[in-house]
């Protein structure tokens, strides 16, 4: 898939943008597993977003301030949870220089914090569940 951000706001260096990803998680095995979410009530579950085969960050990939609970989104076995996710970057800036901290465009990945059971991280798979790989294009 190939992604156009739109311009949210801004002139110049302090552009932000925005796109929507649709993003299906498949739990094809024998057990439940639980994706982290950020709130007990929030709607979509935590995830990441990650540049493919660079050691730079992507500028999309978001921080989250959230609490702990044990209200997880259940992925039942053979199941898929789809979700509308919005990304919006550059999510940081240096403070020293004002450079944009990751990058805007290129061939990026999703990741979710999948678990065993509910709690607050306790029960983490190894790895992070990652999507497949997506294209964002180049900012006007």
């Known amino acids: 898939m190939r992604y156009a951000p739109a311009l949210l706001c801004g002139t110049g260096n302090d552009r ?4 929507s990803v649709v993003a299906r998680f498949a739990n094809g095995s024998r057990d439940t597993v639980y994706l982290a979410r950020c709130f007990p009530s929030s709607p979509g579950p935590i995830f990441g977003v990650a540049m493919e085969r660079t050691t730079r960050a992507s500028a999309f990939d978001g921080a989250w301030a959230c609490v702990g609970h044990d209200q997880q ?8 949870r789809t979700d509308t ?3 919006f970057g550059p999510g940081a800036r240096s403070g ?5 901290l990751g990058e805007l465009s290129g061939r990026m990945f ?3 914090e999948v678990q065993r059971c509910r709690g607050d991280g306790a029960c983490r798979l190894p790895g992070a569940a990652r999507s497949s790989v997506f294209v964002v294009e180049s900012m006007p």
């Open 16 to 19: 932000r943008f925005a796109f």
């Open 73 to 80: 989104h259940a992925i039942a076995p053979n199941t898929v």
């Open 85 to 87: 996710l919005r990304l």
């Open 96 to 100: 020293v220089t004002g450079e944009i």
């Open 110 to 112: 999703l990741s979710y």
